[in-house]
């Protein structure tokens, strides 16, 4: 049972971190909403990620963006003017990898919804990859990609395509329902959204099917980035998940999956969630610490 906490506000989060970085072992970042709004850096995120760079503190970057891959992800980050190695990026979609092995569905067929990066994450994974909608039946699963497609068309191919196979796996890299999408507070629609949109169709058909989420707050993202963590600094030998920070713009994405996942949490109040919307708010999605800005 999760015991009440009080949430601690500050002002940024450069200076906090200064003067607490002892109690801290690696930090976990958003990406959208907490580094960069559209194709720009919100404020102190340079300067914070200089710091980072420069102090050689842990560090990797989550994110439950699904269609960009790694090296797509890395060159907008650096397009905003933000210096990121490309291993410290984790993708929601790159957990497809923990769930090909633990399924053992290497070489199968999977209809995918959108996009899942260049190059492809699931084709990455072995996975083989359709999207012609008239070759749905021909596949294992479908994975709910993003990006511009023609939703009509997929909606009623894959809502067909599980009314006739009720078993067969509906993947979700991103369960998010809406993401901060632009510098004037414009949102786009998540593929957790459009996943449950399907569901619900399925639901009312008599079907009841469940998504496969892999990215925040289900632990699956969480697994495979403290698992990187350890790869990618050798040298700390071991790191400690009550001292690692989540800090990012989403309750029921950053601080909920953060909280699960055992880690401590901070939200930044330059994303989706503003100080109103904590006046009143279940424990498990509750943050440790707020902050206004980052530097």
Known sequence: MLTKRKIIFFKNFKNWFIKNRENIEAVFFDIDGTLIAGKRALPGAITVIDFFNTEHFPYLLLTNDGNHS?????????????????????????????????????????????????????????????????????????????????????????????????????????????WPNGPNGEIGIGAGAKARFICMLLREYGIKKKPIYLGKPYKLIYEFAFQKLLNLYPENKKFRKNRILMLGDSLRSDIKGGIGFGCRTALLLTGITNEKQLKSIPENIKPELVFKSLA
């Open 70 to 178: 790694v090296e797509e992800k890395s060159k907008m980050i650096s397009s905003a003017g933000l210096s990121i190695p490309t291993s410290n990026f984790i993708s929601c979609s790159m957990a497809l990898e923990t769930y090909v092995k633990k399924y053992k569905c290497h070489g199968q067929k999977f209809f995918v919804m959108g996009d899942l990066g260049k190059p492809c994450y699931a084709e990455k994974v072995s996975l083989k990859v359709e999207r012609n909608t008239k070759k749905i039946f021909e596949c294992n699963g479908v994975i709910v990609g993003e990006g511009t497609y023609d939703w009509q068309s997929a909606f009623f191919a894959v809502l067909n395509f599980f009314i006739k196979n009720e078993n067969a796996p509906l993947i979700v890299p991103n369960p998010d329902s809406y």
